[in-house]
Each structure stands twice: as C-alpha cells, then as structure tokens.
C-alpha cells in the first residue's frame, strides 16, 4: 500500500516493528516502533510514559513528513 | 579415481528366455527378472512390458528408473544397499545404453509420474528415448507405507541388476573414460584454472522423499564431499515419488547431467574439484546448519565457483536462495539450477529471484505449464493414476480422451540437475 | 487471405491539428496519413490496411466512455486482425488514449501494438498484452520507431515468434516454457564460466525489476500540513460494523474520527495475527490518534485528517494491498491530503 | 496442537500470522514435492512465542504463501485421495519430529 499511495506524491511513513518489511514493500520512510501487538505503546509502562513514548515515536513520524529523503530511510530515536 | 563406462548401444529390446545383447538388440530373460525381484518374499507378483520409443504406450505411475549395467568385480549392484558396502567410481562398468529399467507401484493413489512414449507428452521427458523394460511390482498384502516402498526400491534395483548381466559379454561399442586425480595432484596439474564444486541438493525429508548415499539416508548426514564418479557408479539411489518433474531418478544420478559437463570441462576451463550433497531438510534449524555448513565446506576447499542444482519445489528454494546467499557473501560465484512455478499462463512471478545474490540462476521449466497428451493405445501401470491425472481440475479431459496435464506429472520435464531441454524464456 | 490492420492516432499525428483540435470527435478513415501511412507503407499482400482511427487527446480523456465505444464500434465494423496505435512517445495524454484504445481492441481478440517511452505513463496500462515498442522520448525520433512497429506488425501478422530483446518491445512479463536446443546442465556449466571469467551472460530467472517509487516531496510546513493515518492492524469500531476480515483482508475501510480525541474505548483490532489484548484495551497502541491529536491542538500540524484507514495484513502476501493502496490513495490526494502515517502489526 | 478448519492456505496463512506474532518457525510451511502441495491438509511446527521475531521467518512464512498461490491456482480438489494425503502428512511429519529429535539430541534447538 505504502508505494501506491506515495506515487500520487504524498509523502507516506511506515511505522513498523519489522522494518525488513518495510523495505520490501518499499517504503522509503520508516520509522521502527516497538513491537508487533502494540506498535505505538508499551503495556509495560506506566500510562505516562507510555503516551510520552508514543508522542515522541509520531513526532519522529511527522519530522520524517517534513524530511527530504533521496532512498528509503529509517528515521530512528 | 578411474572409471571407464563401456557403452553398449541398445537398438531395440525383445522378451525372452535369456540375457544377451546381439547386434545392439537386448533380449531380456522374462522369468529369470521375475525371480530376481521375487527373492523377496514381500513380493507378490512381477509384471513385465516393453515400451520403445514412438510406440502409443504410456506408463504410470513411475516409481524410479534405472539403468541397467554390470560390473565384473564382486560389487555388481548398488553397494551399501543390494551388496556390501564398497567404494565406488573406480574400475570398469558396462552399461547398455538406450535401455532402462522403469518401475511402477503405487505406494499413495495421488501418485503420478508419467511417462509418454509419443506425441506431445514425449518431447518434455528425457525418457521416451530410452527402450524401457517396465517391471510391475505387487506386494504382499499388509505393509506399512514404508515397507512398501523399501520393497518396490529395492525391486527395481535388483531388476537392473539382473538385465544388466546381458552387458557381461556384450560386444562394446564405445568406451568412455573418466579420470581426476586427487585435489593436490589436479591443482598441480591446472594450477591457473579456477576450482569449481557441485553442489547438490537432494530431498531428505521422510517416506516417498529421501535419498541414499551408500545406503546412507541422507537425512542423517551434514553436508559432505564426495567424487563425482561415486555417484556416476551406483552409490546414489533416489527413494523419492512424489516429485515427478523435478526428482532426481536413480537413472540420473548414475548419469548426472551436471557431473558430466562439468567433467567435460575439467582441465579445459576449470579444475572440477569434486561434488557434495547438501540434503534438504524440513526444520529450519536443519536448514540453516546444512546451508551454512555447505557454503563452508565450499569455503574450505577453495572453490572459486559452484554450481548449485535444487531437488523439488516448495520447501527446498529456501535451502537454494539460502545456500546461493551464504556462497556469494564469502565470494564464490554461484550458477543456481531451479524450475519455477509461473503459473497456467506463465504471468506469475516466481519466487527464487527474490534474493538479490541470485544473479545467474538456470531455469529447468515451469512446473505449471500444461501440455496435452494424446490418448494412448496402451497404458502400462495402474488406470486409477491415468485417472488421478486427469482429475486435477475442470476441463483437462477432452472429448477424445486426451489429457491436459501441468509438467508437473511427467517424470523428469523440470529436472534441476538440468537432465532435460525444458527453460523459460521472458516475452 | 491479407491480415486486416486497423490503426489509431491522435489529432496532431492525424493530421487535424494540434492542441487547439484536441477535443477532435473520433472518426474512422479509410485513408492512411502520418505515421499510418508510413507503416502501411511497406506492407506486403499478406497485411492490409482497413484505415485510420483518428481523436482527440482531450475527447479520449475526457469522454472516454464515448470514445471507447466508437472505437469499439470500427473494430466490430472493420474486423481487424491486428489493432496498431500511436506511437505515442512521451506524450501522456496520448499514451494513455492509446492504451485505452488498445484495451478495447484487446477484448475483442484483436492483437495490439503500440509505440512508447519507457516512462510514459499509458504503457503500465497495455504492457501486460500489446505489443510496445521501445521509442525515444521525443516525437524527433519518428523515423527511428516507425520501423521497430511494422516489424512487431508483420511479424506477429505472420506468427513469428518476437521476443522483447531481438524486436525491442517492452517484455509483456509472461515466462514462456519452452524446449531449447541446450540441455540445462551446459546452460549452467556456461552460466558460471561466463562468471568466472568476467564475461557477458543472462540469468534465466531475472531479478525483478524493483519497482520502486521516488520518495514524495516533504512537507514544507508541518502547521499548515493534513495528516492522515492509516493502518494495516484492523483497528475498527467497537463491533466491527464492516466485517472487517482477520487475516488477508479483501477490503478497506474508512472510519470519521473528527469527533475523536483518541481511539481508547471505542475501537479494537480484528487481526488474527498478533495478541489483541494491548490493542483492546487502548486502540492507540496501534494507531496512534491521541498523539496526533495533542500536536494538532499545540499547532505542530496543521489539522489530523478526519478519516483513518484500516485493512488487515502484512503486505507482500496480500495481493491486494496494490489496490487498496491505489483507491485510498486517490481518496487521500483528492482530500488533499498532505502525508500519511501507517503503521503495521 | 492447534487444528486450522479450513485449507492448506489457511494453514499456511495461520502459520505466517503465528510467526508475525512472535512464534518460532520450527519446520518449513510447504512440502517439497509439488504434488504434495495438492493435498487438503498440511501440518507445520511452530515454536512458543520468542522474544524477537525473525524477519527471515516472516519471509518464509510470507513466501510460502506465494509459492502455494502460483502452484495451487487452477487445481481442484480430489477427494479420492484425502485418506493417502493425510496418511503422507502424517508420516512426513513423523519425520519431521524425529529430525527435530536429532537437532535436539544435539542441542541444537
């Protein structure tokens, strides 16, 4: 999906816990997340940290929009 | 080592009473064939047929083919397995070439593997061109699955046997000589040719698809060196049935298409420096060992290139991509030999390209590709597997009996040690 | 008896005029001009030119149901056996009307070839069944592609076999099984050789040719920018009101969360393909709406787009994730949107 | 033991949502024969969940699914032969624990 939609010229993240895949359905921004059943949390934390540590994974997202790429890039923390 | 094939050209075959090659015709002695498979007592009952090349016959389901030859010294047969264990690729064979022995016996009714001896169906195996002798084989009532095989194998391999005692004093056309020396003394010998391995994978996962090494099974070994000409010379036999396209048939290991070109090539463009059978195995764990350990082997002998030839379709592409990856990240150079599966239309994109370390890679066929065959005026085996061929999906029966069936049927259309003519080709 | 050869052009190569005449009415004429007359040229007695198609750029993109249904009506009329369009170059009005014609003409059995640049944007759209020859990008080099599509005419005319390397047509993508005269083990012994001594050779198996996409253009202000989310983790409404499938959707959905300052509560996860329990308790561990809402309100973004969307699967194995990604896609542009989020399981 | 109603694709399907999750991919999701791939049922060892996921595991499980796809497209079942099919899986399968027996003697796993 990722390719399809980034061909009508609107930028596109990947947010993904194996980015291996990311790459191969050719994303060209990928942010890495955290695990496979909750990409964007941690049950482990307390609500606090995990909203900052989500925060802060779709603020990396949105610099990644805002970020000029020649080749697919992981944006990590 | 040193092996010289003497070649007997096989013209026709007849049944009778007795052995003997006359003029290039092979007579085969019907009741002696009969009680050499019947030594075992799981044998109920032997049927003997003649199939030649042209003639309206088809024959299913094939279980294994052989070539018939003899051997004057004491190991006459398939060592490890039908005579004592002894080393192999040394000495002289004779072998009468143009025949073949053919086995049915179905061990699972989905079984097929056909082989048509006209038309349409001959031209995608290598086997419509040999005389075959086909040997039917019963047995008894009351075994397991794995008896049943081990009895229809073993069959055949004494059959081939037996017919090739016809070689003992035929007259012999040709004599091929086949001679490496060890590693040190080629590589003295061809010190600026580059060395070259073959590897060669081979189905080791349970009944109806293992492969012995010397009777070894293959499952049960770590990848592992050996001279080509030990499988030129009846250590290799194939206990696989269900793989009809793309098995490797006893046949084709005691005559490796592979080995030989890369033989021919020996001292010429390269030093060939030996084969090694890295088996194919269902865990993943059993597959990452054995791939890893094959491209060491390869490491560790000096290979400059390799040559690597699949067996089946599915679970063994891992074990090719994976094998090809390993061999080029230590900077060995591969050419990979595989079939595909492009689908019907051949517009499905096969899988193996997916790693970008395969960069030359043979394709022996597309497993999918449908081909129509005729109806014959004779079929040799069990009509129950004509019909299991003719049920794969709507319309593959025509109104005049023909068959539409995909390569995947016939016995060796796809072969990846590249025995047969079949590859693909992008429009 | 001659194979009937029918052929399509647009106003300019027609003769009609050029961007002031793009809105040109099809019509079918009997006289050969342009580039038609140039191919039909060397015909032989077994090829025979019925006439000329001839449209407008414009008309066919934008009354493209009429168009087609004249073109269809001439194939019907005229019988062709063969159906020759263009070429189009690096025109991309025409290269999509030349595809365009050529689907018709391709339903109705009728073999097809065209001329186009690699990046014209209609070859996607014919590739697959016509025949494409490979042009320059310029309508300069006429002379050039004018011979390459009569040799794809007469050929194919004939039943000759054509192959992409030898008659320089863009490879339809269908892997033919065929017998050749080598067997495989000397085409693998001179597939290595060839490595090993730095020379020339073809894979059998070609890599396939990555298509990959030219990352987009960034965003130039994030506070002006609207941004969507999206998922592959089957995050519906409580109740999964669209059946959503668990595993290898068939479908998309679109969910309104304008109203929403997070997905806590009142959206789950359908996916079969991972533990749910997280996801249930609080959606956003998934897709992450209350983040993206808090940087909407703090002015960090400029608005959360008001719909997200979600289907099942990881990708590669679902087939359609091409068309999903198309349609939602389009929807996106057409709401202008300005950058996605999406996020996987 | 975990029973999948339905297909080999669904199966197949299942075992590569199982390896996404986190399971170990223990055997090989295909048979190696293609003829075998024609039957209704197939059984696949998975692992427990692991820490990590593979990617090369995602990748098998993912292209297994593929490989089954472009094989089994046209194909129709033929259910004369299930008992056969069931019989072969559940002997291919013995095999297989026993080859996992060997890694495991071997402590491999």
């Known amino acids: 999906m990722v390719k399809e939609i980034e061909r009508y010229g609107i930028p596109i993240v990947h947010m993904a816990t194996i980015t291996t895949i990311s790459q191969s359905v050719g994303a060209n921004r990928i942010v890495p997340t955290v695990a496979i059943p909750y990409p964007t949390g941690n049950p482990n934390l307390p609500l606090e940290d995990e909203y900052k540590l989500r925060y802060s994974l779709v603020e990396r997202a949105v610099n990644a929009l805002a970020t000029a790429v020649d080749e697919p890039t992981q944006f990590e923390g | 080592m040193r092996l010289e094939q003497n070649l007997i050209y096989i013209k026709d075959v007849v049944l009778g009473d007795v052995n003997k090659v006359e003029d290039g015709v092979l007579t085969v002695d019907v009741e002696g064939l009969k009680a050499a498979v019947m030594v075992d007592d799981k044998v109920k009952d032997v049927k003997v047929d003649i199939a030649k090349p042209g003639e309206k016959v088809r024959i299913v389901p094939v279980k294994d083919v052989i070539e018939p030859r003899f051997r004057k010294d004491g190991r006459n047969g398939f060592p490890g397995v039908t005579t004592k264990y002894e080393e192999t690729g040394n000495g002289a064979v004779n072998i009468l070439k143009g025949a073949a022995i053919v086995t049915i016996g179905d061990m699972v009714g989905f079984q097929e593997g056909v082989i048509d001896m006209w038309g349409e169906g001959a031209r995608w195996t290598p086997f419509s061109e040999t005389f075959n002798i086909v040997v039917d084989i019963t047995p008894i009532d009351g075994l397991d699955p794995h008896q049943h095989e081990v009895v229809v194998r073993l069959a055949g391999l004494r059959a081939s046997t037996f017919v090739g005692l016809a070689a003992e004093n035929a007259a012999i056309d040709e004599t091929k000589v086949f001679e490496i020396g060890t590693m040190a003394e080629e590589t003295a010998k061809y010190p600026d040719l580059p060395k070259v391995l073959y590897v060669q994978m081979n189905i080791a996962q349970g009944l109806l698809h293992d492969t012995f090494f010397y009777g070894v099974d293959l499952k049960e070994i770590i990848p592992t060196w050996f001279h080509p000409f030990e499988e030129l010379d009846n250590a290799v036999i194939s206990g696989n049935c269900v793989a009809a396209c793309d098995k490797i048939t006893t046949y084709q290991h005691q005559n490796n298409a592979l080995t030989y070109d890369l033989y021919d090539q020996h001292g010429k463009t390269i030093n060939f420096i030996g084969n090694i059978f890295s088996p194919e195995l269902t865990t993943l764990d059993g597959k990452f060992r054995n791939c890893d350990y094959c491209a060491k082997l390869c490491d560790q002998l000096g290979a400059d290139g390799v040559i690597v030839s699949e067996e089946g379709y599915g679970n063994p592409d891992s074990d090719l991509v994976m094998i090809c990856k390993r061999l080029e990240k230590r900077g060995i150079k591969t050419a990979l030999v595989t079939d595909e599966c492009s689908g019907w239309d051949g517009t499905s994109q096969p899988l193996t390209d997916t790693a970008a370390e395969a960069v030359a890679v043979v394709s022996s066929g597309n497993v999918s590709k449908v081909i129509d065959l005729e109806p014959a005026d004779k079929v040799l085996g069990n009509l129950k597997s004509a019909q299991t061929l003719a049920g794969g999906w709507d319309g593959c029966v025509e109104e005049d009996g023909s068959l539409k069936v995909e390569l995947n049927a016939v016995i060796g259309a796809t072969s990846e040690i590249g025995y047969h003519y079949a590859s693909v080709k992008l429009y | 008896m001659a194979k009937k050869v029918l052929f399509y052009l647009n106003q300019f190569f027609g003769g009609i005029g050029g961007e002031d005449k793009a809105d040109f009415e099809p019509e079918f004429r009997a006289e050969l001009v342009g580039p038609a007359e140039a191919i039909a040229k060397n015909f032989g007695d077994d090829l025979e030119a019925v006439g000329v198609i001839i449209c407008g750029d414009n008309f066919f993109g934008q009354k493209e149901d009429e168009a087609r249904a004249f073109i269809a009506q001439v194939i019907d009329e005229q019988q062709p056996d063969i159906f020759v369009a263009g070429p189009a170059f690096n025109a991309g009005r025409y290269g999509f009307a030349c595809a365009g014609a050529c689907q018709v003409a391709n339903e109705a059995g009728v073999t097809c070839v065209s001329g186009m640049y690699e990046e014209n944007p209609g070859l996607e759209h014919c590739q697959s069944f016509a025949w494409v020859a490979q042009t320059a990008n310029a309508a300069a080099q006429m002379r050039k592609a004018l011979p390459l599509m009569a040799n794809l005419v007469k050929k194919l005319a004939a039943g000759e076999e054509v192959t992409p390397d030898d008659d320089k047509y863009f490879a339809q993508g269908r892997r033919e099984c065929i017998l050749v005269e080598e067997r495989g083990s000397v085409r693998a012994v001179n597939m290595l050789l060839a490595r090993l001594n730095d020379e020339e050779f073809t ?125 939602i896609g389009k929807e996106l542009k057409e709401a202008g949107v300005d950058g996605v989020l999406l996020t996987s399981t | 033991m975990l029973f999948v109603e339905g297909t080999f694709r669904d199966v197949l399907v299942k075992v590569r949502d199982m390896v996404h999750s986190g399971h170990k991919l223990v055997t090989h999701p295909l048979f190696a024969s293609s003829r075998m791939m024609f039957s209704p049922f197939r059984t696949v060892i998975v692992g427990k969940e692991q820490d990590g996921v593979s990617p090369e595991e995602c990748q098998i499980a993912e292209e297994s699914i593929i490989s089954y796809d472009n094989l089994t497209a046209r194909r129709k079942r033929q259910p004369e032969h299930d008992g056969d099919y069931a019989e072969m899986d559940r002997l291919l399968y013995l095999a297989s624990l026993e080859e996992i027996e060997m890694l495991n003697s071997s402590h491999v796993i």
């Open chain 3, 203 to 327: 894979t059998e198996l070609p890599m396939p040719s990555f298509d990959v996409v030219e990352p987009a253009a960034p965003i130039l202000d994030l506070s002006k920018a609207t941004i969507a989310l999206a998922t592959s983790g089957g995050i519906v409404p409580n109740g999964n009101p669209d059946r959503l499938q668990s595993a290898s959707a068939q479908q998309w959905n679109k969910y309104d969360i304008s109203s929403y300052d997070q997905l806590k509560g009142d959206f789950y996860t359908v996916h079969g393909g991972f533990d749910p329990v997280y996801c249930n308790e609080t959606a956003d561990r998934v897709l992450p709406l209350d983040a993206l809402r808090d940087m909407e309100k703090a002015g960090k973004i400029g608005k959360v787009y008001d719909f997200f969307y979600a289907t099942t699967g990881t990708g590669t194995a679902v087939a359609n994730a091409r068309k999903f990604g198309e349609e």
